[in-house]
């Protein structure tokens, strides 16, 4: 799947502008399959409810008012709304699902995470069965990735009217996306999850560096510690990034997606494996120099972390 997180609070999106942003987000990858019928579905509960269902045009570009529409149903109850659209390209089937509130694909154990869109392919490429994103883009990853790319030049053209806690604001759909990841089962762990957008990256960059540290050790530091580090050292990183991604950057958005391997999510699994491994010997030095100096405070522990992964980034 690929899933999709908004920033909601940070943003001060008012619920009901936090549903619409989502359903924005759905349907700019909807569109980046190009003009085609999709059946929408709307539920209560559990997706088995069904509310209502109907035929939707699926536009290459989509105006606020079809936004609105789409997203009228969360006013009136329905907890999910499903796009489910046939032959998108490498020819697979998507089902698009946005919900209410991104805490109810964790309750349900859809995932380990809050998410606010889920995108399920399915179908066959080239005799290869398509039961998620990693088998998707082993299966035709320039297809998968021009695809990807199309959904997100959307997300960087489109604006969006949102009523937020100090009134009503146009914001850009992009400034509203916390981060977008293609996972190979229900877990979004970097081990599982190939990330495609962080904003602000050093944030996420930092929330995923923390969940790849050796747990006894990051604890010493705790994500405030890696974020700092990740702040002071963010330009080695990217360049140790290079050499697994290919990377756009522009104002605070990073955009990822793994380069040619076979398959590309052989550079993702080796990209995570030598981060983890920096990320064991940092914690690990940084732990030993503060014994060492008898200077147990935090902030000498996390100056000791950010040295460490400075150096272990020059030499790699």
Sequence with gaps: ?????????????????????????????????????AVVYTWRGTPDVVLDQRIREIKRRTAEEEIAELAEPFKHGAEGVVLQIDNCPPGVSLEIEIYADPRIPKAAAITDDELDVIIEPSGYVKDTHIKDFYTLIAADPDTVRSWIE??????????ITVATYRGPRTHPLRRL???????KNWSLHPRNAIPLWYRPWPYQLARDLYQLSPPDYRRLA????????????????????????????????????????????????????????????????????VIQTRDLRWPTYVDAVTQALENKLKQS
């Design 222 to 289: 705790g994500p405030t510690g890696i974020k700092r580090a990740v702040r002071k050292t963010g330009d080695l990183l990217l360049k140790t990034l290079q050499k697994y991604y290919h990377l756009e950057r522009e104002e605070k958005i990073l955009r990822l997606y793994p380069k040619a391997a076979s398959p590309p999510t052989k550079s993702h699994e080796a990209a995570v494996k030598h981060l983890e491994k920096i990320l064991q010997e940092v914690y690990k030095e940084a732990a030993e120099k």
């Design 1 to 37: 799947m690929i899933g999709i997180k908004l920033w909601r609070s940070r943003a001060g999106l008012l619920p009901t502008s936090a549903r619409r942003a989502a359903t924005a987000v759905a349907l700019a990858f909807a569109s980046a399959c190009g003009p085609r019928q």
């Design 150 to 159: 199309d959904a997100l030049r959307e997300i960087y053209i489109k604006n």
């Design 177 to 183: 996306i916390a981060w977008i990841k293609a996972t």
